[in-house]
């Protein structure tokens, strides 16, 4: 190949790379892989680097950076670059139009165009014979800053038009204004990537573009997923459209990204009830839109019309109600959720977003404070969106005065005073004491629930009741509830109260593996108790396991296995438990299930009924002998009842067992059955 041929070469390669530019960044639709895409890049910096004097400002090759500037250099706009006037509601938008009407007859006929008004940042392009040449901010509208080298980085930018060999030519001189952004999605991206790089995260899209735009190094600006989208032709030495609706037509088949979400509306009416669809939509947008733009059609007339101060009478910004305000932090609180999450939240002076005052917002978790550098004191940016619990996204530390104060965690739970833990891996810090009065109801909802102690009747409703009157202040309480407390509650009759006492009673012979579960020891639910109770006997037992011992469980990691044993370590904890055992809450797991170990025990499979007073034993005291040996206590007689132990004042379940020929003990009778088995033991 000679000089000319590769010069040849060159352009048909640089021209094969804006399609492919555009197909890509622009209409998302590539026709090559990258690693196709690659290597046409490829080729074209090696013929340039072999001919450095051909590289053109327009080549592909120009689009990651440059050397860094010092400043910017100030461009004068061809023409002023106007601004918009705001409605903020209907009424406004409608004041608007009238007002046009008034000035000329033909807006009363005319139609409209509404488009989303994108959250950027003003771009303003000048192309010379379709060559991109200079490239500038917005300014003060007449004078802008030179932001060229930083513009061509802009993957959706054309570097020359057509994009495409077939589509139409621009004007010689031609000049066309967009909006520059990154998209919400790239920027969540961005900032995800900053924070697990350890570096703060940005506040939001805008600024960020802005930001990033406005670089001094060109290669900081390419590094940003910036994007941009086009909407107005600032000047052009030739024919060019003369409504709005096919200058978004026109611009799109230069190669220029446009919006897909304009919409051409017959009337002012029409114009101004779309408002509603865009609110809808608004979180649908790859973008953040603050509100729509109402323009005539006609350009003509809009032009025509003329401006008041910077704002075209043509058309008019209807405002979406802000999402992002900012306001000072007076300080941080700290909720205990029922889970025993510790939540940070602001505590603000009152500020009003989207129509609502906020005075408070979440912080996250500490972590996020930390991230963020969030001190008390500092002025704060507020995000309220939608549905959204209003947060906190960060400080403006430009503003800072050297009186805000950095924020420690609180090594307490702020409710009960208890210490607070952290699981590694883990962002959450915890409340783990189970009496925890932030957490008691949800505790007690989980404690008397089916999978667990399964209280029937003993809701959400009387949890909060028993809790509020101050007669469960843990789980232990619920065994000593009394007849006369019960009735003192509102809606509690006779009934009811004997009704709740005996589900109450009836779950005192909830096997090992329910009380386990019924702890609420966070990580362990049903099939982890039920796994604990096959291979400990009681609690007493399990509260002596080492994390190492635990470990050995399967499906018992090292953060379950350290979760347990601190769960037994806590004092308040230590407590539940003696009471529990105090008022007979202690099983003892001697059932087959605990496999060999179980089924090896003397009283194995035996099942007992206890009734009257035994003269040296508590009711729970033969109980537990009876369950340390392997036999199960029940209630009530049955035919599979092996043994009745009868004390003084037997009842009914004497005569029970007589009928269906139960063998009946008196206490002695029980020590021998148990002396005697347990000698037989291996
Ligand atoms: S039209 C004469 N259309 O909003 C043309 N502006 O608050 C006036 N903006 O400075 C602008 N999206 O940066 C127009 N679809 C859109 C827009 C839009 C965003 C920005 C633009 C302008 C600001 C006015």
Redesign the pocket.
Known sequence: MDDSQLYQHLQELRQEIHLHNYRYHVLDAPLISDYEFDRLMNELRQIEAKHPEWITADSPSQRAGGAPSERFVKIRHPVP????S?AFDAKDARAWYERIRRLDDRVEHANFVV????????VVLHYQDGVFVRGAT?GDGIVGEDITTNLRTLRTLPLRIPVKPDGPKPPHTFVV?G?AFITVHDFEELNRKLVEAGEKAYLNPRNTAAGSLRQLDPNLTASRPLTM?N??IVIADGPIPTTQWATLEYLQQLGFPV?DT?RLCSTVDEAIASYDDFVAQRDQLPFE?????I?LNDLML?EELGVVGKD?R??V?FKFQAREVTTRMRDIGVNVGRTGVLTPYAILDPVEVGGVIVKQATLHNFDYIAEKDIRVGDRVMIKRAGDVIPYVIGPITEVRTGQETPYEPPKTCPVCRQPVEHLPGEVAWYCVNAACPAQLIRNLEHFVSRGAMDIDGLGIKIVEQLVAAGLVRDFADLYTLKKEDLLKLEGFAEKKADNLLAAIAQSHSMPLARVINALGIRGVGEVGAADLARRFRDLDELSRASVDELQTLEGVGPNIAKGIVDWFARPANRNLLQKLHSVGIWPVETSAERGEQGANLPLAGKTFVITGTLPGLSREQAKELIQEQGGKVTDSVSKNTDYLIVGENAGSKLEKARSLGVQTLDEAGLRQVIGEKAKQRP
């Open positions: 670059i106007l601004s918009l705001n488009e989303p008004k994108i959250d950027g940042l003003t917005r204004r909006e989208l909407y107005a919006t304009a839109s603050d509100g729509m733009v323009k809009s075209p043509g058309a910004a």
